[in-house]
């Protein structure tokens, strides 16, 4: 009888492993995984958004007043070729016409939803480089604290620091795409897709996987066409390494970028095809390649790993360029080189994902089972004491609020808001500022700037800068009432934004005043306001009365 029972048990476990597992346990990168998330999450909506995130917020007004012909993020033009407008943006503008969110709120909740994005992306990723349990995590606190010593904040780069700003850009979703798109390259040019469903001649999966694949690599192209630099390279890295037998599978491979070129291709907001002539962009990002050594130093931890990982692919029998991380790093290094010799620096902003080989090595190093011989101690211990002078230096500051810090770490940067000034200015009505927290942030409030802050291939780069020459000649304290009028009437000038070193000029009419900037908002034309020809701050009065006005401007004056 005990026989009996003893086989129906152990019939029973065998139709539970044929249903599936049995209780699930989360894993240690489940766990942390989803800590960092929590943490982060709040970490980026404790800070005020800033930098390229009114650009952004921009792109959503505009896709939210009309998502199918969207105006030009920040000028009232049309917006027709603007790389802006991805799938990823028009997801954004109507989500916001659905729930009737404004930009800024839009851009606020895309970073939670980009953050899982990235997440689960390096989990994946991890899993086709080793299967340890560790490994996510030791990869993941390598990629936000193995940066360097000074700060490097950039879209794009992923620090814990930079991640406080970031997480709700194109480009950190465009990054956690790539993640998943090389997990899945790497387990098809190693053949562990896992399971099969379909296998088709030379035992090599169906085409539609491949075709599926080149869709996701065609998708990062259209949501930043910089990001998929580095996804197609690091792509072509696993490919090249991993692939045996080429014969049978140089077609499908062939399929997945025929896919990726008609996906983006076929796109109607814009021609990302016609951005690769496109320099307008390259001045700006030169700062790129200045201080890299104190931006990202600390990141060479992983040389070591890297070398080690060669050094085994050699011991196989094979060339050490064939581990798919050695060959990645390679290949971003190169095409980071080509930006700096040709001056096309836009390849610069590739250089956080350069570091990823490095990174991701180490961690996977690290997560070799224990006992260590006496170099991966020596590996670990520099690498721990690497990622605490990183916490220490640059990060620290990032999770740890100011009320809680007892060393005074280094914050996020606090911009300021201009809420104050957006509830007088209608959506698509021109300004012109001189302040240069004012012309990254107005425009994702809906209205439009006289000139726009960043080159889009929407407007050609010679009229911004005749735009921006209008604007500097209009903001000119020796300019005449007759020269600002032209400027106003041909740009559609409705108000102006001064910072508190501005005279507000004698035709304009100020309705709004910041305490905290001291920035005056005077309109052009008639309408209800305080006198005209005050300094900047004196307009306060516009509510509070004449004595509230008195004071506002005495205190202008003062912080000057």
């Known amino acids: 009888m005990s026989a009996d029972v003893v086989t129906r048990r152990e019939a029973v476990r065998g139709a539970t492993a044929l249903r599936g597992r049995g209780a699930w346990r989360p894993t240690p990168y489940q766990v942390c995984g989803g800590l960092f998330w929590l943490v982060m999450t709040l970490a980026y909506w404790r800070i005020p958004l800033c930098c390229d995130a009114g650009q952004h917020a921009a792109v959503v007004e505009r896709l939210r007043a009309d998502l199918l012909h969207p105006r030009h993020p920040m000028a009232d033009l049309p917006g027709a070729g603007s790389p802006y407008y991805s799938p990823y943006a028009v997801a954004q503008g109507a989500?916001?016409?659905?729930?009737?969110?404004?930009?800024?709120?839009?851009?606020?909740?895309?970073?939670?939803?980009?953050?899982?994005?990235?997440?689960?992306g390096i989990g994946r990723f991890?899993?086709?480089?080793?299967?340890?349990?560790?490994?996510p995590v030791l990869c993941l606190f390598a990629m936000v604290l193995l940066w360097g010593t000074e700060r490097a904040w950039w879209s794009g780069y992923l620090g814990l620091m930079?991640?406080?700003g970031n997480l709700g850009y194109p480009s950190t979703f465009a990054?956690?795409?790539?993640?998943?798109?090389?997990?899945?390259t790497g387990r098809r040019a190693a053949g562990t897709a896992g399971p099969v469903r379909f296998v088709g001649p030379g035992g090599l999966r169906s085409r539609w996987g491949y075709a599926a694949l080149g869709a996701l690599y065609g998708l990062i192209l259209l949501v930043h066409p910089i990001t998929s630099i580095a996804a197609v390279l690091g792509g072509v890295a696993f490919v090249a390494g991993g692939q045996r037998g080429w014969r049978p599978a140089a077609g499908r491979w062939l399929l997945v970028g025929a896919t990726a070129l008609l996906v983006a291709y076929g796109w109607p907001y814009f021609d990302v095809l016609a951005l690769t002539g496109d320099r307008s962009v390259d001045a700006m990002h030169e700062r790129l390649y200045e201080g890299m050594p104190g931006h990202f130093w600390l990141a060479l931890l992983g040389v070591p790993a890297l070398w080690l990982r060669a050094r085994r692919v050699r011991r196989g029998g094979g060339h050490g360029w064939r581990d798919p991380l050695v060959?990645?790093?390679?290949?971003?290094?190169?095409?980071?080189?080509?930006?700096?010799?040709?001056?096309?620096?836009?390849?610069?902003?590739?250089?956080?994902?350069?570091?990823?080989p490095l990174q991701f090595a180490l961690g996977v190093e690290l997560a070799e089972p224990r006992p260590?011989?006496?170099?991966?101690?020596?590996?670990?211990?520099?690498?721990?004491?690497?990622?605490?002078?990183?916490f220490l230096t640059v990060h620290a500051g990032a999770v740890v609020p100011r009320s809680l810090d007892p060393v005074g770490f280094d914050q996020p940067p606090r911009w300021p808001t201009y809420d104050w000034a957006a509830r007088h200015i209608r959506p698509g009505e021109a300004v012109v500022t001189d302040g240069y927290y004012a012309v990254h942030l107005l425009a994702g409030y809906g209205p439009d700037l006289a000139a726009p802050a960043w080159p889009d291939p929407a407007l050609a780069e010679s009229e911004r800068l005749r735009r921006l020459a209008a604007v500097r000649a209009c903001l000119d304290p020796s300019s005449t009432r007759a020269e600002r009028t032209a400027v106003a009437r041909r740009y559609h000038v409705r108000w102006l934004l001064l910072t508190r070193w501005r005279q507000v000029p004698e035709e304009a009419t100020v309705v709004a005043w910041?305490?905290?900037?001291?920035?005056?908002?005077?309109?052009i034309g008639p309408g209800p306001g305080t006198r005209t020809g005050a300094a900047a701050g004196a307009g306060a009065g516009a509510k509070g009365g004449a004595g509230t006005g008195v004071k506002a401007g005495a205190a202008a004056r003062a912080a000057r």
């Open 162 to 164: 930079s991640m406080t």
């Open 95 to 120: 989500f916001a016409r659905l729930t009737g969110l404004g930009g800024w709120a839009v851009v606020r909740l895309s970073g939670p939803v980009n953050l899982l994005v990235l997440l689960t």
């Open 126 to 135: 991890t899993r086709v480089l080793t299967p340890r349990r560790p490994a």
């Open 514 to 523: 910041s305490r905290e900037t001291g920035e005056v908002l005077a309109r």
């Open 372 to 390: 260590w011989g006496p170099w991966r101690r020596l590996l670990g211990g520099a690498a721990a004491a690497g990622a605490l002078t990183g």
């Open 175 to 184: 990054i956690g795409l790539a993640f998943w798109a090389w997990a899945f």
């Open 327 to 356: 060959l990645m790093f390679a290949l971003e290094c190169a095409a980071v080189g080509y930006g700096w010799v040709s001056g096309h620096y836009t390849y610069g902003r590739i250089l956080g994902l350069t570091l990823v």
